[in-house]
């Protein structure tokens, strides 16, 4: 462990003894911060790491290629572990501040890079390789991916955009635009209140009301 | 002698995983179950929480509450997350790795920090959720619905229909 890790661990201690006389909850969350770096520094021993790297639950790491996460990356635990898997002669690359939630699971044959402050919700799957060929994935910055997605070999996915929960993207998704649907179609963000009524589904039960 | 102890560990487990809900008589655990936060859970009779091949999340934030009707089967893998209130009525039927969400916790536009308000989901009685199906905020399954696999559910699905797709259609 690196000594900047070590003496971030140790201003953590300290400060979450001091609030243990006055507010446990709050010495309670330092805690489990600073167990979540701890558990950060051994999951991820095999990796390129920024500081501050917190994981609150298993991550299964395969790191025969190339493995790099960014500081102050968030793994959320829970119920279902995350994986990630670098295949020998990959990349895989995680930008700074992201959040990675539960049960994600990123391969990596080729190159996976993920950009800054992304959040990839629960239960998505990032993969850069199928039965058939593999491609490059390159994911923005801001990139929000809900959960349950599925990005699919050799697509980009632009900065500030939204892949929808449960949606598989197959191609290309500019930036700032909205992702959604198996397979995924794109909606530009800016444009989500005029499209609204175009993608609101037939409700048979109920008269249509005049405009 | 071996199977009694063994139903009786299971009993405990259980019982010992429910301790911080309100349940009524036969309900039962069948392998984890994380609970989350400190809002209100109550489960009815006979309600079978199926963990056995993956755990089930039940994420109640302070002053949120998850109602669970009589009879109900949850499958494993689903997530219920409540950050206002989560109603199923009884003898709905939730498949494997489901989720449940009652707030999307971050708006599509702008300041992705700022925590949107939270929509109730109400599942009523004898629905059935297919597996991996998800309920964002809005949704309201009618009675007697059925979500097919897979589905995105954010709007109200009238009762005795089935839908299916990403976004939910009517079949």
């Given at each position: 462990m690196s000594p900047g890790t070590l003496w971030e661990l140790r201003v953590e201690v300290v400060r979450m003894v001091r609030a243990l006389a006055t507010d446990r909850r709050a010495a309670l969350n330092r805690a489990r911060r600073a167990v979540g770096w701890l558990r950060g520094a051994v999951l991820f021993r095999d990796c390129e790491r920024g500081r501050r790297i917190n994981a609150s639950g298993y991550v299964r790491v395969v790191a025969e290629g190339r493995i790099s996460i960014g500081e102050r990356v968030v793994f959320g635990g829970g119920m279902i572990s995350s994986e990630m898997i670098c295949h020998p002669g990959a990349e895989l690359t995680i930008g700074a501040s992201s959040i990675v939630n539960y049960g994600v699971s990123l391969e990596a044959t080729t190159s996976i890079r993920i950009g800054k402050r992304c959040m990839l919700g629960s239960m998505v799957r990032i993969r850069d390789v199928t039965r058939l060929f593999s491609a490059p994935v390159s994911i923005g910055e801001d990139v929000w991916i809900a959960h349950g997605a599925m990005v699919e070999p050799g697509v980009t996915i632009g900065d500030g955009s939204v892949v929808s929960a449960g949606s598989v993207v197959t191609r290309d998704v500019p930036s700032r635009c909205l992702a959604i649907g198996n397979p995924a179609r794109i909606v530009r963000l800016d444009m989500l209140e005029a499209t609204k009524e175009a993608t609101e589904p037939p409700r048979p039960d109920r008269p249509k009301e005049s405009a | 002698m071996i199977r009694s102890l063994r139903s009786w560990v299971d009993g405990w487990l259980s019982r010992h995983q429910l301790r911080s809900c309100a349940v009524g008589e036969s309900t039962r655990v069948r392998g984890r179950l994380w609970i989350r936060g400190s809002g209100e859970i109550r489960l009815g009779k006979r309600v079978l929480l199926d963990a056995m091949n993956a755990p089930i999340e039940l994420h109640v934030a302070t002053g949120a509450q998850i109602l669970i009707g009589d009879d109900v089967y949850i499958g494993g893998g689903t997530s219920i997350e409540a950050q206002k209130s989560v109603v199923i009525g009884d003898r709905v039927r939730i498949s494997a790795f489901c989720k449940v969400l009652?707030?999307?916790?971050?708006?599509?536009?702008?300041?992705?920090a700022l925590r949107p308000s939270s929509t109730e989901i109400v599942i009523e009685e004898d629905a059935e959720i297919g597996p991996r199906a998800i309920l964002l905020p809005g949704a309201r399954i009618g009675r007697g619905a059925s979500v097919g696999p897979g589905t995105v559910v954010s709007r109200r699905v009238p009762p005795q229909c089935t839908v299916a797709g990403i976004p939910a259609v009517v079949q």
């Open positions: - | 009652d707030n999307h916790f971050h708006p599509l536009t702008g300041n992705r």
